[in-house]
């Protein structure tokens, strides 16, 4: 192994193998490996498969191209095989408050899962998508947050937020 070097050498080779593995579950373009952090026959062999289904030197030695496709590839199927990865947007100040008046990428999320929950409530009307926290989401927040039994201030906490993405959930669940 030539390119990959981590303080943690072993580390390194599990990571290869679990790319070489994920991959010939896949899409079987290389020989089934065990995951043990141990640069053996059978992990060279493994990547000399994956270099020549790839139409690079087979080696069998992980060098520079060689670690740049395998991740690309193994990135690439999984996208494939998983779909979109999940994006973690909420801010994580603490403590986790939205005051009214705040324009931030947030306010657009609330937003939307706010008009998605909409049909769950009769008094709860569908927002316009802004991206600011004006009146019209400021009172839709008051309204599901009495609908929950919370205090009806227009401040976001957690809480509050951790409760619509409940809501949200559910209504997406109801869909599928």
Known sequence: MSY?????EENAIMYIQRMLRDLDYFSNDTSSITVDGIYSDRTRNAVKEFQEAYELDATGIVDYE???LLNYVHKTELDAQNGARPVKIVPTSK???IEPNTRDDIIYVIQYMLTQISSLYDELEAVEITGLYDEETQDAIR???????I???????AATLNLLFD???YVISREN
């Open 4 to 8: 990959f070097d981590l303080r943690n």
């Open 66 to 68: 060689t670690w740049q």
């Open 95 to 97: 403590p986790f408050i």
């Open 143 to 149: 309204i599901f947050k009495r609908k929950n039994l």
């Open 151 to 157: 205090d009806d201030t227009p401040i976001i906490d």
């Open 167 to 169: 809501e949200y959930e």
